[in-house]
């Protein structure tokens, strides 16, 4: 008898979570380019990192590039966004709604990135004394990074209307191709401008901006480029993307303000754990930043699987599959927990040998570094969970809750124990603190979780457009 229920118990579990062979293939040709254009991205930091290290600019550029990080995470909205009804629109073959999105995600990215742009300009300093507590050497020298890179904006956001724009329609190589040779461009002319090499002038800190801005106008260019010469289905004739209605438009407005209040609260809030951080010294700041390189190579899997659950459950609710999409939910768990093991262990074994590519002198710096990557181990098991069910959400317009659970949480939990470590129970540690703050996503997933299993995240968007 306990053999039988032992048999059926199986069989439930792999009715639930185990996919056809065909299914884990497909997830991988969409995530495993995801996944390697984040790779390079997070290689081509990393080596930015050691080169600044070099010249004693890590803290002031971590400050300096905040508003950098806040760009994107509206930008993140705005395009997770689009993408929620573009994945769903290239399922029903609609190409051309899938123009006009197109257009519509453009014209927001770009507006956004004139805000960003004019609030480097005219507040950068200001915004640099925010997160380094008024540190005159770190004001002078973030400034600096900051005048020049802040020039980049505007092909920032050209450059990621694309991406996700091929992650909608599923062709997730072309911008992991443009991605790779970006960040060898950037690589290579920070090599060249910070220290001053092959008849370039040696310009510090201000190198590392330049060689950011040259890098990303010419992948900006590529991606306009490739784009028209090979006719693809998003790209047409101006009014074709652009001449909007407002009976298209208000849905997805509607939908898509969530996000973008949802990004640029959990965007700012990501930024209050730098200011928190900061209130511990420059030398925390430090730590922080070099583990936070480290970890993000292997925060990858998460980006992959973000897009891939987004893409895949989408397209199935564009189909009007609506069971399908709530089992290839069930499916990406075991993905989950599978990479969630495999990642946890690399990260233990490799945190020592990359923190070690730094050079750091200090050992109290290096062992809290190493620590932190560590430390990242949880951040990103609870994140390969929480990405499966936030993403779901995304994909069937479940949006104000999807608010609430990211940065909902984030301000209600995870800020409030971050400064009230400091502030009321004189937390010094950079990892007691780094590790306090995990709480954060534990909570996220038990909450997204109950959300999930009620399944009023599976709906069809496309009729609400047409």
Known sequence: MECMELNDMWENIKEKYIAPLEFYQRVCRIAVPIALQQILNQAASFVDTIMVSQIGAVGAVAVATQLDTLLMNVGFGINSGAQMYASQFYGAGDQKSLKKIFGFQLSLNLLNAVIFFCIAAFFGRNVIAFYSSNDAEMIEVGLQYMRIACFAYLATAITNTYSFMY??????????????????????????????????????????????????????????????????????????????????????????????????????????????????GKTSLEIYKIGDTVSKFFYVCVQGLNSATGLVVGEQLGKKNLDMARRYGGYLVSVAVTLAVIFTTLIFIFAGPMVSLFGLKDPYVYQGAVMIVRLFSIRIATRLFNVIIMSSLRAGGDSLFLMFLDCGIMWIVGIPLAFSSVYLFHVTSITLLFAIIQLEQITRLFVGFARYKQGKWIRNLTAETA
């Open 167 to 280: 992650r909608s329609i599923q062709k997730t190589k072309i911008p992991m191709y443009i991605g790779t040779f970006v960040m060898a461009a950037n690589a290579f002319l920070n090599y060249c401008l910070i220290f001053g090499h092959f008849g370039l002038p040696e310009m510090g800190v201000a190198g590392a901006a330049l060689a950011t801005v040259i890098a990303t106008v010419a992948g900006a260019c590529i991606h306009i480029g490739y784009a028209y010469c090979t006719h693809q289905p998003f790209i047409g004739k101006f009014k074709e993307m652009f001449g909007l209605s407002m009976k298209f438009i208000k849905p997805i407005f509607k939908r898509m303000i969530p996000l973008i209040i949802n990004e640029t609260m959990f965007g700012f809030g990501n930024s209050m754990y730098i200011k928190a951080y900061g209130l511990l």
